[in-house]
Nanobody
Framework: QVQLVESGGGLVQAGGSLRLSCTASERTFSTYSMGWFRQAPGKEREFVAT????????YYRDSVKGRFTISKDNAKNTVYLQMNSLKPEDTAVYYC????WGGGGPNDAFNTWGQGTQVTVSS
C-alpha cells in the first residue's frame, strides 16, 4: 500500500506563505487522486483541497480559494499545497490523503493518509 509523508509545515506570520509537500512511496501515485485536509484543536477534520489523478481537476473549500493551490507532480510522486496570504484561522495539522483513481472530489473515499504536519499562523 502507498505510504504518504508530509513535510513543509511550520510557524509563519499572518500574510506569509508556506508550501506543503506530500511524497508517496510508490510509482502508482500517478493513478491516485489526492487531497489535503486539516484539523484544528477541538474541531473536526475538514477538507481543504483535492485534485484528481490526472491533475486536471481541483476543488477548494471556499475559505482558501484564491490563496491556496494544490498541484501534483507524478514524476516526483509528490502533491503540493501552496498556501499564500495565511491567516491565523488556517492554523491546524494538515494531512494529505490519497486513493486510487476516483474523481478527486472532496467526498471521495480517501483510504491512505499521511501522519500530518503542523501549520501555525501567528497574528
Amino acid at each position: 500500500q502507498v505510504q504518504l509523508v508530509e513535510s513543509g509545515g511550520g510557524l509563519v506570520q499572518a500574510g506569509g506563505s508556506l508550501r506543503l509537500s506530500c511524497t508517496a512511496s510508490e510509482r502508482t501515485f500517478s493513478t491516485y487522486s489526492m487531497g489535503w485536509f486539516r484539523q484544528a484543536p477541538g474541531k473536526e477534520r475538514e477538507f481543504v483541497a483535492t485534485i484528481n489523478w490526472r491533475g486536471s481537476v481541483t476543488y477548494y473549500r471556499d475559505s482558501v480559494k484564491g490563496r491556496f493551490t494544490i498541484s501534483k507532480d507524478n514524476a516526483k510522486n509528490t502533491v503540493y499545497l501552496q498556501m499564500n496570504s495565511l491567516k491565523p484561522e488556517d492554523t491546524a495539522v494538515y494531512y494529505c490523503a490519497g486513493r486510487p483513481w476516483g474523481g478527486g472530489g472532496p467526498n471521495d473515499a480517501f483510504n491512505t493518509w499521511g501522519q500530518g504536519t503542523q501549520v501555525t499562523v501567528s497574528s
